[in-house]
């Protein structure tokens, strides 16, 4: 499956930006999908995910403030991002998981395929 993310930009702090990952390839319906970010410096982390039922699992540090979502007609993961801070600056990348299953839906290294990423900036 090829993911393609998009949205990302430059926004003020407390403002928000909603970013899309388009699949193609194969319908990703049944699998997980998530979103994980790369600051300058730092390591890839998590940030949410959406199971097919759309069950999901958020990073506490993103926790009440970003919303993971999927239209699995349009084959597209969204993550709308509000109240954004400085912190938030990094590389977003989605990635989907071939299988339904929510084991370790939180590890990276579970996921199969990734995406290229979007850049978000946030100024203070």
């Known amino acids: 499956v090829q993911l393609q993310a998009s949205g990302g930009g430059l926004v003020q702090a407390g403002g928000s930006l909603r970013l899309s990952c388009a699949a193609s390839?194969?319908?990703?319906?049944?699998?997980?999908m998530a979103w994980s970010r790369q600051a300058p410096g730092k390591e890839r982390e998590f940030v949410a995910a959406?199971?097919?039922?759309?069950?999901?699992n958020y990073a506490d540090s993103v926790y009440g403030r970003f919303t993971i979502s999927r239209d699995n007609a349009k084959n597209t993961v969204y993550l709308q991002m509000n109240s954004l801070n400085p912190g938030d600056t990094a590389v977003y990348y989605c990635?989907?998981?071939?299988?339904?299953?929510?084991?370790?839906?939180?590890?990276?290294?579970?996921?199969?395929?990734w995406g290229q990423g979007t850049l978000v900036t946030v100024s203070s």
């Open positions: 959406v199971s097919w039922g759309g069950r999901t």
């Open positions: 990635a989907a998981r071939i299988t339904s299953s929510t084991w370790r839906w939180a590890d990276l290294q579970e996921y199969d395929s």
């Open positions: 390839g194969r319908t990703v319906s049944n699998y997980v």
